[in-house]
């Protein structure tokens, strides 16, 4: 029944790992996302994408899971949630797209 749902799972991800938008800001600070031990196990791959509302001070304020599966995608939140930009007059909205792979 597991390698049912992680093969159903892996299959939605594909579908939406197609097209990413980049970021207008510089990143300043970067923090790989740990790599999940039940995905690991599971040798689950693939691309979370999110939409980030960064601060003008370079902050993420707030983060929008826009694909990928939900195991990898808390690890990503969780990353991203680190990250600092380069300061701007505004807040401003960017996405990313970060790539998960056991054999790396």
Do not use: H
Request: hydrophobic share 50%.
């Amino acid at each position: 029944m597991f390698r049912i749902v992680v093969m159903v799972a892996f299959s939605a991800l594909l579908l939406v790992s197609a097209a990413v938008g980049e970021s207008n800001r510089a990143l300043k600070v970067k923090v790989a996302p740990q790599y999940p031990e039940i995905a690991r196990t599971a040798r689950l791959r693939g691309s979370v994408r999110l939409q980030l509302l960064v601060t003008a001070e370079g902050r993420v304020k707030d983060v929008t899971v826009l694909g990928g599966n939900a195991v990898l995608a808390k690890a990503a939140e969780d990353a991203v949630r680190k990250w600092r930009f380069e300061p701007a007059k505004d807040e401003s909205t960017e996405q990313v797209k970060l790539d998960f792979d056991p054999d790396k």
